[in-house]
């Protein structure tokens, strides 16, 4: 069964740290690049990081937006097929469901990785609650 699944989601208090991790299953994470979002309820779904594949034909870049550049850093571990978002200094406002995507491409786009229209699969997301 094809999937990505997040985990790594909980309660934390203000200036604290949590990792989120999105594994796949069903195919080799590494060949694509994989996007991170966040939602909020009533509100349009964030993108906030990507990071592109490690295939042989991608650019080794990654991406930040500026609500979590400095504080977020999104890598990959290709031996457990996961990719992690490591989350410090958080904020409430970083309150969200986390999701992990891809559209099945090698490069993040540098001008695009935050919207989330041009992602096709998704996983079921994880709650992150930072407490002030």
């Known amino acids: 069964q094809v999937q990505l699944v997040e985990s790594g989601g909980g309660l934390v208090q203000a200036g604290g740290s949590l990792r989120l991790s999105c594994t796949a299953s069903g195919f080799f994470l590494d060949y694509y690049l994989i996007g991170w979002f966040r939602q909020v309820p009533g509100k349009e779904r964030e993108g906030i990081s990507c990071?592109?594949?490690?295939?042989?034909?991608?650019?080794?870049?990654?991406y930040y937006s500026e609500s979590v550049k400095g504080r977020f850093t999104i890598s990959r571990d290709n031996a457990k097929n996961t990719v992690y978002l490591q989350m410090n200094s958080l904020k409430p406002e970083d309150t969200a469901v986390y999701y992990c995507?891809?559209?099945?491409?090698?490069?993040?786009?540098?001008?695009?990785?935050?919207?989330?229209?041009?992602?096709?699969?998704w996983g079921q997301g994880t709650q992150v609650n930072v407490s002030s």
């Open positions: 995507a891809t559209d099945w491409l090698v490069n993040c786009r540098s001008d695009e990785y935050h919207v989330a229209a041009l992602y096709d699969f």
């Open positions: 990071i592109s594949s490690s295939d042989g034909k991608s650019d080794g870049k990654s």
